[in-house]
Structures are given as structure tokens and as C-alpha cells.
């Protein structure tokens, strides 16, 4: 009979819509995650315009390379494990089952930490695949590097500090991994905040020294730079959640997991979760290639100089996405997870676990990716319309006319068209992460093979053939985030029709009065000869129109932006009758 209030709890519990905790805390983590961005990017940005005076397009392509090389030993060693490790379930778990058979006076504190400690545990995967994934990369970086990146000074130890530093970086996955579970965004924001900061400044300060004292270090200063990041980014992370973990009663060593179960490695790791992690895994190498391509392309088929002017564009171009949408769509992935986790579970049977997912998740799910969708493409709409026309300008401010004359001026144009392709794609990729089961993604895999050779077979015939250089490359991309779209969106229509619910794509747009005022100042800006130094009457008018389309926006769309405020910060009424329901 003691078991029978146990069960009730648990099922009147399941068919309850979530908490409206759980939305203010995804606020709260994309808030802090924004404002993260803009303070590392604005910090990077004003240290960027310093190493611009002394760098070369060469140089910072050669930096481009090693940056690349380390995100990607850093993205094959942690990015699956990463996904799986979000997707834990937040009510049920396999391991509190046991506990309970075994144990059925085990506390909920001991189940709890039970958890945590097998995501700590996993997280030393990471550890294990960057150790060999940095050494090989380095290898095969070296062996196919052009003669002049070579002939770069110091570009072998530069090399082999980034890879000491990937590796460390490494290091702080247990700790990183703790603070996502537990929502410890303001532990994050501090820890990446000041690694940025220490970067930024031991980069510059280290090329200011060298030109000074008239002393070559090619690629070096980034390299040194790098190694800061790591060494903060640990020994902030360890000063916060050493002892948050162990008030929590887990260790962010690896430990065995109480009680043992046939579902566990060596009485540490998760099968289930290994499992899921190695589906991702064979995913994530297609994504990466996908997500990264443009840069093998263009260090194939282009110059250095090309190269150079295509990371500048990008880098600018990007801003939006780095700064607003990332965030957002990493506490989405989040969210998706824990509104979805009965669904998207990796154990059990996924389609009977499904019908326990009650309706006021589902819905409340399509809503908050609703929203999510209208609110990316309002954004975007300002970005299509005024950035194009004053990018240029804009460049030539922050760079000087040195860059304005060669093509980052036109890539950057051009990659303010690609921007919403970037942002509906990301947020519907993160849906797709949380709620697909292996066998799904196993599937998507296979698109993203054929998504792989429509962006290479695109990329070669725009740069190599039709030698358009750095804008074809935009236009393969934008070819590959179509593809992209087109599956992620058949999935997600799927997957919400299944369970009785729509995503309507017809509430995902702006309203018609916003898209046709935005077209008629993009058209206007379009007339107007925006450069330095040129008619103050022309810049001044350009200036009010692109301040008018926002607040046109604005206006316009002003329903719409109080929903979403009042979706995120529930009334005190709302919570008040939660409680009293409880």
C-alpha cells in the first residue's frame, strides 16, 4: 500500500503542464548567455581593431587555421557527449528505478546526486578522445600545410600550444557539465567571461610587445592567448562548483554510481547515455563538415589574402548569430530536452513513452518554438534590410580602407541575406536534438551525407569553376542551411502532428505591413551613396532610415513582443495558483 500514493504523486505530477520556473529559468540562462556574448565579443572586438594595425590578411589567416583546428578536436571530442548529457531526463531516470527496487527507502537527495555524478563521469570522455583527436589534427595540419603557413615564424610551437591548450580546455567538461545540468548559468558567464578577457589581453599584449621590440611571432600571440583561456576558464570554474558539488553530496572526479546496475559501464558510465552519445557522434562528424566547410573550401581553392577577407566579413556578418542566437538556441536545446525528455529518451520503448508526454507539454512546446521562429525572423528582417546598404560602411569605420578595398565588403553584404537561413536552421536543429530518438538521428545522418556533397559539389563550382571567390562561398552555404532546413522542418511538423500539434508556419512570420516597410527602406537605402567621407545629408538620411525601420518594428509588432515577454515572466497570479494547486 506504500507504493500506491508513490505512484499517484508521480502520474498526477507527469500530466501537469511544466513549471513556469522552467521557461523564466531559460530566460535567465539566455539572458545571462547574451549578455556573456556581448561583453566577450564587444571586448574582442575592441582588441581586434588594435591587432588589426598590426596584422596582415595573411596572418590572420594563418590564425583562422589554427582556430579551426583546435574547434574542431575540441567540437569531436565534446559536442555528443554534450547533446546527450542535456537530453537526461529531469523526472525519471533509469538508475532511480533501480535505486528504488533495490533500495525502496533511498532518499531523493541520493537519486539526485546519483545523476549528477553520472554526467560528471562522462564528461571524462571527453577528456579521453581530445587527448589523441588534438594530436592527429596537429599531425595532419602540419602535413598538408601550405609552404608559406611553414615558412610563418614560430608556427610549430604555436601549433603545439593550441594543442596544449585544446586539451586543457578539455579539463573543465566535468565541471561545464554540472553547471548545465544544474543551471548554473551565472557560474558559466562568470567562468568564460573572464577566460575571454584574459585571452583578449594576453593576445594583445603580447603582439604590441613584439612589435616593439621589432620581434616576428607569426600566429604565436594567438597561440599564447589561447593557453590563457584554458588556464582561467579551469581555475574559475573548480573556485565555483568545488564547493557547490560537494554541499550536493557528488564529486567532480569520477566516481562509482550507487546502487550498480546491468545499465552501467564499470559501475561509472551510462549505457544508455553511451549509446545515444555514439549516434550523435557519427552525426556530429557531417554536421561539423557542414558547419565548417566553408573554411576547408576556401583554404583550398582560395588565397591567403581571400581568406583573410572572408574571416573578417564573416566574423562582422556573424555578430547577430554569435550574439543573439546562439544563446538562445543552446538554453533551447535545454529546454526542448526537459519538455521533451519522456519523448526523446534513448531507453525504453520511445513511441510508448510518448503518449505519458501530456498535451500541455506538446503544446507549450510548439508555442515556445513558435515564438522562438517569429522573433529570430524580426530580427533578421532589420538585418536584411540595413545591413547590406551600410555594412560597407561600417567596415571601412572599424577596419580602415585597407580592408574596405579588397572583398570583405561585398561577403559581408552578402552574408546579411544568409543570416535568417542561419538563425531558423539553428533553432530547429536544436529541437531536432532534443526530441529525435537514435533511430532519427541515425537517419538525419544520412541526409547529412547528401547535404555534405551538395555543399562541397556547390562550393567547387562556385570557387573553383565560376572563381566568384568569397561570395560563392556564401551562396554554398546558404544551399546547405536550405537543405538543412527543409529536413529539420519535415521532422518538426512530424513530430508535433504526432502528438496533436501544429507549428503553424504561418504565425512564424512578420506581420505583412512589417515586411513591406522593411522592403521600401531597404530599397531606399539601396539609392543612397553611404561612404565615408560622402554627402553628410545622404548619411544622415540613411541613418533615420534604418532607425525607422526598427522602431517601425516595433510598433508594428508590439502585440506579438508582450506575448513573448509575458510567455517567459509568468504573472504572479499564474504562480500563485500553481502553488495553491501543489
Not at 525504453?348 to 507549450?364: F, I, P, T, W
Request: charged share 15%.
Amino acid at each position: 500500500m506504500s507504493d500506491h500514493p508513490r505512484r499517484a504523486v508521480t502520474e498526477n505530477n507527469r500530466h501537469q503542464p511544466p513549471p513556469p520556473s522552467l521557461l523564466a529559468q531559460s530566460r535567465k540562462g539566455a539572458t545571462y548567455l547574451i549578455l556573456l556574448q556581448v561583453g566577450s565579443r564587444a571586448l574582442t572586438f575592441v582588441v581586434n581593431q588594435v591587432l588589426l594595425r598590426f596584422l596582415s590578411p595573411e596572418l590572420l589567416g594563418i590564425s583562422t587555421q589554427l582556430e579551426l583546428y583546435s574547434n574542431s578536436a575540441l567540437f569531436f571530442a565534446r559536442e555528443s557527449l554534450r547533446v546527450a548529457l542535456q537530453r537526461q531526463e529531469d523526472t525519471s531516470d533509469p538508475l532511480e528505478a533501480e535505486d528504488i527496487k533495490v533500495n525502496p527507502n533511498a532518499s531523493q537527495p541520493k537519486t539526485q546526486s546519483n545523476k549528477a555524478q553520472e554526467v560528471v563521469n562522462l564528461s571524462y570522455l571527453a577528456i579521453a578522445l581530445g587527448l589523441p583527436l588534438a594530436t592527429v589534427f596537429a599531425s595532419l595540419y602540419l602535413r598538408n600545410a601550405d609552404v608559406v603557413v611553414l615558412r610563418t615564424p614560430a608556427i610549430r610551437p604555436s601549433l603545439y600550444l593550441y594543442c596544449l591548450a585544446t586539451v586543457l580546455e578539455l579539463f573543465s567538461e566535468p565541471c561545464f557539465a554540472v553547471a548545465q545540468q544544474q543551471m548554473l548559468y551565472g557560474a558559466r558567464a562568470s567562468a568564460e567571461t573572464l577566460a575571454t578577457f584574459t585571452r583578449c589581453l594576453v593576445t594583445c599584449g603580447t603582439v604590441i610587445w613584439a612589435s616593439n621590440v621589432n620581434v616576428a611571432l607569426g600566429a604565436l600571440p594567438f597561440a599564447v592567448g589561447q593557453m590563457g583561456y584554458a588556464v582561467v576558464l579551469n581555475l574559475v570554474y573548480l573556485s565555483r562548483l568545488n564547493i557547490f558539488t560537494h554541499d550536493k553530496a557528488y564529486s567532480l572526479l569520477i566516481k562509482p554510481l550507487v546502487p550498480s546496475s546491468p545499465a552501467l559501464l564499470y559501475d561509472r558510465f551510462s549505457l544508455p547515455r553511451l549509446n545515444l552519445a555514439f549516434t550523435i557522434y557519427a552525426q556530429s562528424i557531417f554536421k561539423h563538415l557542414l558547419t565548417t566547410g566553408d573554411s576547408f573550401l576556401i583554404a583550398a581553392f582560395t588565397s591567403l589574402e581571400s581568406q583573410g577577407a572572408y574571416t573578417l566579413a564573416v566574423n562582422y556578418g556573424g555578430l547577430v548569430a554569435r550574439l543573439v542566437f546562439q544563446p538562445i538556441e543552446e538554453t533551447s536545446r535545454s529546454l526542448f530536452g526537459r519538455l521533451l525528455h519522456q519523448s526523446a529518451s534513448p531507453t525504453g520503448n520511445a513511441a510508448a513513452q510518448s503518449e505519458k508526454l501530456s498535451r500541455q507539454q506538446v503544446d507549450q512546446t510548439a508555442t515556445y518554438l513558435r515564438f522562438l521562429l517569429r522573433f529570430y525572423l524580426l530580427i533578421c528582417t532589420i538585418v536584411v534590410t540595413i545591413g547590406p546598404s551600410l555594412s560597407p560602411l561600417l567596415l571601412h569605420v572599424v577596419a580602415g580602407s585597407r580592408w574596405s578595398d579588397s572583398d570583405a565588403p561585398s561577403v559581408l553584404a552578402a552574408y546579411c541575406y544568409y543570416t535568417p537561413l542561419l538563425a531558423v536552421n539553428g533553432i530547429l536543429e536544436a529541437f531536432v536534438s532534443a526530441a529525435a530518438t537514435p533511430e532519427e538521428l541515425r537517419v538525419q545522418s544520412a541526409w547529412m551525407i547528401a547535404f555534405s556533397a551538395a555543399f562541397v559539389g556547390t562550393g567547387f563550382l562556385l570557387l573553383h569553376v565560376g572563381d566568384l571567390g568569397a561570395q560563392g562561398l556564401v551562396v554554398a552555404n546558404a544551399v546547405n542551411m536550405l537543405c538543412r532546413i527543409g529536413w529539420s522542418w519535415h521532422f518538426v511538423e512530424g513530430h508535433l502532428c504526432r502528438r496533436g500539434a501544429d507549428l503553424n508556419f504561418a504565425a512564424t512570420l512578420p506581420r505583412v505591413g512589417t515586411v513591406m516597410y522593411a522592403c521600401g527602406t531597404a530599397w531606399y537605402l539601396s539609392r543612397l551613396e553611404l561612404v565615408l567621407g560622402g554627402s553628410l545629408l545622404q548619411l544622415g538620411q540613411g541613418v533615420v532610415a534604418a532607425g525607422s525601420c526598427g522602431l517601425v518594428t516595433l510598433v508594428l509588432e508590439r502585440a506579438f513582443l508582450v506575448e513573448c515577454y509575458r510567455m517567459l515572466r509568468p504573472s504572479r497570479h499564474a504562480q500563485d495558483s500553481r502553488r495553491k494547486t501543489q
